[in-house]
């Protein structure tokens, strides 16, 4: 019995080639937002590629490479102190675009919340997190990541 | 190396079916509801069949074919204003039973949350999401959806 | 056209089947969610190796077996009383590890939430669940969950 499936989103892959990649890019996230919520800002740097652009909503202009990183998980870290709790990330909705050149376009939703010691968690703001990713290696990495968020449009 | 592996939901599926078809439907899901939260009815249509009939827990029957789903996005528009803010869904917990037919039986849980402008989003319920899901050409079409609230139970 | 993916959490694992692992899980935990969610010890119990082991935080040692995991269960419905409503489990940010021995260890976060009659769904908590996963003929099953709390750290 052979099935043939031909994916959704991208027609010419073959079958079963659009599920690997969305599980891989599920597990990514997964990962890389752990990262960015333990403040680790030297295992973070490494799930994007060396000339990453990060285009976020709190900053006037994109930011270049790692050293912007590091910058960004120290914010993070701040901003933390000031919600007077543990921040974490909670990614869902997410599409997955494989594009000709290899690499992928990704459009998910990721929820911040806040978790104040001792109470219940409380969500701060949801944003929309677009990021085209590339493979290095045998890995996935961010190499342009878009964050939108609608209360500020 | 080969690797047998048997898909928990459906025995009778080849291997990595399962996967193909859990990664359509999570990819599909959040292209439809990311639809429904910008209004855009005509889009919104092209992923139903078109005599896709809809049991809503806020209608008193079942809404037929297209005029009935154009009717439900501007009812979703005007929930919108009530709530003061920007209506949004999110969906999880995803169970897909391919049935012998072709068909996807889904269920999931659809959690719409409003971020009223400047502030926090709001969880406002939980609903779940019972489909069947049809392909037509390349792609999934809802043909039935079923949803419910346990707060109206 | 040829295709050579190599998953980012085995290496060694021929091209989809992380993809067929990570949508098993996946379908697994949404399950075996809304079993408990619906106090359906039994059923519950069939989700777990017949040797399986809890830790849990509000437990001062692991519970073994499945008079143990019935327990558990009709906690959680005392909890839900308590909390004034029902009580429903959100899982996400899934990670897994297929092992050489052909066991899974995962790792998720869930979200418990509570809607009392006729309210909005407030979040209770945010667990980490960390599990080993079986293959018990056709079927995953749990044989070993460490859920910790961030908040009672």
Redesign the interface.
Known sequence: ???E?????E??????????????V??????Q??ILDAHDAERWALTFTEDAVLELPTLPEPVRALDGLARYVRAGADRQRRAGG?L?H???????RPQPDGTLHT???A?V?V?P??????????CVMEDVLVRTG???RTAHRRVTR??LA
């Not at 079958?15 to 969305?22: C, H, K, M, Q, V």
């Not at 010691?117 to 949801?126: A, I, N, Q």
Request: hydrophobic share 40%.
């Open positions: 019995m052979t099935v499936l031909v994916d959704t989103a027609r010419t892959l073959p079958t079963g080639t659009f599920a690997a990649l969305y599980a891989q599920q597990d990514f996230y997964a990962h937002m752990r543990r974490d909670w990614v869902g909705m997410l599409d997955v459009r998910c939703s929820l919340y978790t010691g001792g109470e219940s968690p409380k969500g701060l703001r949801v045998d890995e996935w609608d209360d």
